[in-house]
Nanobody, 120 residues
Framework: QVQLVESGGGSVQAGGSLKLSCQAS????????MSWYRQSPGKPREFVSR???????RYADSVRGRFTMSQDNDKNTMYLQMNSLKPEDTAMYYC??????????????WGQGTQVTVSS
């Protein structure tokens, strides 16, 4: 089973920037997609962004234009550059892997999370 480790969270003022990292323990058919989700107290976990192995990206409307994903396949690591942060971005951020096709039967894999706090 692939293991994921996030890092880079912290506390910043509104308008500031942070760069999150997520490193996977292996490069397999189960890691075709690497995604970021976030969760605030009392709210369900929500999608933030996703990157495919070839570099295609998708972003939630709430972060598009402010957040940018990238990856280093040699290091099995993907990144989330977060600019122009808002208090509404405050949450625990988790990375997640997905296969290209669900028929691959990959186990659902999440990182432990990294906290992002944005003060007004």
């Amino acid at each position: 089973q692939v293991q994921l480790v996030e890092s880079g969270g912290g506390s910043v003022q509104a308008g500031g920037s942070l760069k999150l990292s997520c490193q996977a323990s292996a490069y397999t058919s189960c890691t075709y997609y690497m995604s970021w989700y976030r969760q605030s107290p009392g709210k369900p976990r929500e999608f933030v962004s996703r990157i495919s192995r070839e570099g295609s990206t998708r972003y939630a409307d709430s972060v598009r234009g402010r957040f940018t994903m990238s990856q280093d396949n040699d290091k099995n690591t993907m990144y989330l550059q977060m600019n122009s942060l808002k208090p509404e971005d405050t949450a625990m951020y988790y990375c997640k892997t997905d296969p290209l096709y669900e028929v691959y039967n990959c186990p659902e894999t999440w990182g432990q999370g990294t906290q992002v706090t944005v003060s007004s």
